[in-house]
């Protein structure tokens, strides 16, 4: 089993910036890729970026791309999505998760439980 908990979610104006982390624990955390994901009101989950187990590969949303970064530090077993240049359309829950498998698909098999992120107009 990998726990994962998300934090730094929050409600920011538009342009600004938030950092997400995502501490993961239980199983060894450089065995897996993880990924974002954020899921707005009304809406399916959609992909936002992955990282491989190295953090030597990378892919972000077209939406997302250039403005967002995900990176990971496997000495904390955290995962981070820098959010930069934040639109309101970027406001949704968002989740990470964890898999053996590096994918842009929503086939993670942990997930957390969510951090909300709200970008007022």
């Known amino acids: 089993q990998v726990q994962l908990q998300e934090s730094g979610g929050g409600l920011v104006h538009t342009g600004g910036s938030l950092r997400l982390s995502c501490a993961a624990s239980?199983?060894?955390?450089?065995?897996?890729?993880m990924g974002w994901f954020r899921q707005a009101p009304g809406k399916e989950r959609e992909f936002v970026a992955a990282?491989?187990?190295?953090?030597?590969?990378?892919v972000h949303a077209d939406s997302v791309k250039g403005r967002f970064t995900i990176s990971r530090d496997n000495a904390k077993n955290t995962v981070y999505l820098q959010m930069n240049s934040l639109k309101p359309e970027d406001t949704a829950v968002y989740y990470c998760?964890?898999?053996?498998?590096?994918?842009?698909?929503?086939?993670?098999?942990?997930w957390g439980q969510g951090t909300q992120v709200t970008v007022s107009s």
């Open positions: 990282i491989s187990w190295s953090g030597l590969r990378t």
């Open positions: 998760a964890a898999d053996p498998t590096y994918s842009t698909s929503s086939f993670y098999e942990y």
């Open positions: 239980g199983r060894t955390f450089s065995d897996y890729a």
